[in-house]
């Protein structure tokens, strides 16, 4: 049945194409032999558009016409018929990618009787490349630009009664193929399944309990009740919607400026998933929101949409670029609302869709009054605020009237065709029509206001059944239509034409409101089935990718709903913010290798921000979540409309090895100990029913058990044979000390406490000194740790070194300190001298307003401070192969290559940049120790240890007892299964 229907749905216009070979006989009819041969073979090369070597034939006129090479038919004459002539030598088509395509004899049969008979055609016929779908390419009556039509609903035999209509549609299919339905899924995988789906986060196992006890269908539709009305809801759908939307929070290429409060679109987005905000709306507000008499700033925030694509601010032509940036928002409009690919029409007609060159241009004259020419790269290619209204990230004309914009033959600039007026699509003629010009009161052109509402109009046939697939893939894992982004003649054809239909019709009518489809979709019988089916090898056989919907479709969670599983097992995630501004988690070092900035470029907010969900991590376009990445998340450069869902070796590798994912089963292990502190059998209880929502069986509290005292045994005895703690060696006994600067000596002050001179206790002899009393930091008795220290105001305070310093290009520097972080850079030790050419290859070390160290203006890579308001201990090593800062011992960034050489020449100040009386340091110095050569691995941990220890500052490093790290194995093997990772 199905097959049959989507061939009477789809492919009813190809009947005409067949060329009957056994009715040779019967006279040549124009309509039913020739136009279908002309339109598949031949017009798209020689139209009235693109007449190939001068050749139409689209009409009679055109090829009485002939071409470049003369007369190219005579009617009754084959042999004075130059067209047949290279039709019959294999001419004519053309090859295409190198393959020959000539006609087929059948073809050829038909063409050659034709001339004979007189070449017989209709006055005033003219062929259109896109009248009619072909076997090549769709036509205007191709089945997705068809009206939305309404279908009786099928009759089912044994439909049970708590069945709704879409499985009356499936099981209609269902039964004519024989196939039977999978029975319902188990109340625990179900509301588990429901969850996600809904929400993004799993249920409690306390939650599963009181469902698996009563899982009647009054209770599932409360269940679905509550968690669409969840302020989760809104976080789950809008990351769907950003993926098509290509959200990113900076411009891309090598600057990647960020792109001031664009999260605000993000923030819009849910809120409007969680309001319901009809879908005509939510459309009309992101493409045309200033132009709504409703205009707010909210609606104006919406338009950010159109700016969300990459903006490059030095591109090779600026000129050309503004066409690049025409295409991005023309292919993101037409594929997030229409489901067609527009932008394949920039440069010709589309080569498979009736999207006309002109088509494109049509499009994209609707965003050419806005702030498309070349303006100040701060603007970041939008407008500014006075001409937005508001001091949002969104978009508007520059003005009611717009410049001409030129079709432009084969997509070049550099040959402009005629002026294209600005007009709605032709490929729904009902709706085919020239844009309005815009009312008196108008301050803009308000073209993309008419564009979107010819995309909300009920008669646009696309529009309703793009978004209701939309909705169908997130909830059953495919589409009805598998191409969501696809409409069109490359992409599949629906597998229930008559259900995406009648879905689409309920969206319509509901007053395009989604979460009525949503709660259809999840009340029904066939989203409610099994992912299990006692006939799964037979019914594979038959249909392996599950087209006709006999069970649900098994998946992997994605990136961020695996993160924020995993973070919400510790009991961690923070869930109190709906919204706001977006956090950085800790990113490896490695990741920000080939950065030209490297550290510079990433700034991990504090820990207690990054336990938000992953929907508000930054999304940096160069520096992409490296965990995310490895679990598939999306491409910000284009629309996503479906994510690739990979299970490679990278995501088992991230597993087992990645940091953050030790951390959670660090910290699950901790929490279930300190629930259960001397109970096995109860720990693993507890760890089953946070990570499973559910209890172990007796063969896993087995296993469990044994793997965790095995483990145990494995850490006892690391803690057994842990060799000893080094021993701190004398300064002095360490070989190239040439600076060693300490509060507790050699400090020389004046009648007002402060430093007059700071004694060297090297070898070296490089004191510091202050000659001018108003440039002297202060000493006090107790600054670091009950230690003395020096305290710089950050007011032109610094002391100048004697002698240079450093004469080696690799170096060990620590410095104890605490920062009152200003806001701007600070530095504790530099040489730079701008008067003697000595900036960018200066030697420094410092902070930056953001909490993180410089060390130097190669490497800026340092995590953030352990704790902004406490001291801590900086050591900064340049080797001979790479570059590290480490923080209190344990925070470490590293530069796989040391840094470029510097120039040691010039004077050295502690407590200010160089000599260019500014970025003073404010807060205390306690000691300050530099080496003029790399410290060994054992030798950095020396000296680490004893600043650590006389200043009493705390290491971030958590120490675990053999106990947590058993314990915490175990949760490691359980979060690596497949019954955390997939949703049944």
Known sequence: ?????????????????????????????????????????CIECHNANEASGGLDLSSLKAIQAGSDSGVVLTPGHLEESYLWERVADGDMPPEKQGKPQPLSEEEQKVLKRWIESGATWPVDRELDL?????TVRGGRDWWSLQPIQSSPIPTVANLPADANTIDAFIRAELQEQQLTPAPLAEPRQLLRRLYFDLIGLPPSASQLDTFAADPSPAAYEEQVDELLASPHFGERWARYWLDLARFAETSGYERDQEKKDVWKYRDYVINAFNDDKPYNEFILEQLAGDELPTRSEET??????????????????????KYERLEDMVHVTSSAFLGLTVKCARCHDHKFDPITHVDYHRMASTFWSGPIEPRSSKLLGGPSPEELGYDVFGWTDLGKEAPDLHLLFKGDPKHPGPVIEPAQLSFVPELAGPFNPPSEEAKTTERRLQLANWIVDNRNPLTARVVVNRLWLHHFGEGLVRSPNNFGFTGDQPTHPELLDWLALELRDGDWRLKRIHKLMVMSRTYRQSSLHPQHAEYAEQDFTNRYWWRANRRRLDAEAFRDSLVYTTGDLDLSQIGGESFKPDIPAEALEGLSKKGAAWTPSPLAEQNRRSLYIYSQRTLLDPFLITFDFSDTTLPCADRDVTMVAPQALAMLNNEFVHDQSKSLAQHILQQEPNDLEQQIISLWRITFGRNPTESEQATAQNHFKSQLHLFQQQTTDEPEQPQFADLSELPALTLH??????????????????????????DAAQTVPAARPKWISSGIGNQPALHFSGEQQFLQLTGQVLKNQTYSIFAVVSDENNGTHREIFSNWNGSEGNSTTSLFLGSTGAGTVRFSDDFAASPPYPNPDKPFLISAINGTYDATISLNSTEKASNSNPLQPRNLTTPYVIGQQGNINGEFWKGNIAELIVFDRELSDLEQEQVERHLMHRYQLQSREEHFTPEELALASLCHVLFNSNEFMFID
């Open 1 to 41: 049945m199905l097959s049959g229907r989507i061939l009477a749905f789809a492919f009813c216009t190809l009947a005409f194409l067949l060329i009957d070979v056994g009715r040779t006989a019967d006279p040549i009819d124009f309509e039913r032999d020739i136009a279908p041969l002309l339109l598949t073979r």
């Open 130 to 134: 896109f009248e009619k779908t072909t």
């Open 300 to 321: 104006v925030i919406a338009t950010g949409f159109l700016r969300l694509g990459t903006w490059n601010d030095e591109p090779n032509d600026p000129q050309e670029y």
């Open 741 to 766: 600067l300490s509060a507790d000596q050699g400090v020389e002050m004046d009648e007002t406490g402060h430093v007059v001179r700071w004694l060297d206790a090297s070898p070296e002899g490089h």
